[in-house]
């Protein structure tokens, strides 16, 4: 058997993508090995992989923070521009579906809040609506 930095090797070169046939005639260790290596250390493989992958995003893209940044920025942008906007030659059917789509928004940003109380405080005559409600 190998010894562990020889395994560790086939770990990193897995991890960065390289066929078989290349990690074989880099580490002269045979394809079938390989193999059996491969199922033996596939999760090290994987989370190797993932870290270099999240390495190489971090490269090419900006940061969450910046991203997010960048796209408060735009919508302020086209927030403002809105405003400017007469909504007058906007078809009813396109404004009332920007309604329904605000009106969305509002209560995923609300968080769909709702308050309760304990059912001793609700007079009786209300309790019996409010039970028939709950259960619609």
Known sequence: MKDQE??????????QGLSYDKISAQLKVSKPTLIDWSRKHQFD??????????ALAEKCFASRQ???????????????ELLKRDLADVPTGQLLTQAARLRAEVSRE????????????????????????WQT
């Open 6 to 15: 020889t395994v560790a090797q086939f770990i990193q070169l897995r991890a």
């Open 66 to 80: 910046a991203r997010w940044e960048q796209i408060s920025r735009d919508l302020h942008r086209v927030e403002a």
């Open 45 to 54: 493989i994987q989370n190797l992989r993932a870290i270099e992958t999240e």
């Open 110 to 133: 609300a968080g769909d809040v709702r308050f309760s109380t304990a059912a001793r405080h609700i007079p009786s005559a209300e309790y019996f609506d409010e039970v028939l409600d």
